[in-house]
């Protein structure tokens, strides 16, 4: 599932070399947590979320065709505030 969301989602973005997808357990479902440069959010998410939706749907047939649980979160990167220490320090 990692390899078919990798291929789908470097499809549609435009910086395909910072994309990464890290699958985590949690209670007996697949959750594949996905960054992605800043700018391509936007183009992941969709208009009203019709993009990422879709991915998820696509996802979840993928998966429970195989008898598996999956979901997809986009984890976004804080940006440290100016001024403020960065980490370790």
Request: net charge negative.
């Amino acid at each position: 599932m990692q390899a078919f969301l990798e291929y789908v989602v470097k499809g549609v973005v435009d910086h395909p070399e910072q994309v990464t997808i890290t699958p985590a357990e949690r209670g007996g479902l697949t959750v594949y947590e996905l960054r992605l440069h800043p700018d391509d959010v936007g183009k992941v998410i969709g208009k009203q979320g019709a993009m990422i939706n879709a991915i998820r749907v696509l996802l979840q047939a993928g998966a429970a065709r195989k008898g598996l649980r999956c979901a997809l979160e986009i984890v976004e990167e804080e940006a440290a505030a100016p001024g403020a220490p960065a980490a370790g320090e």
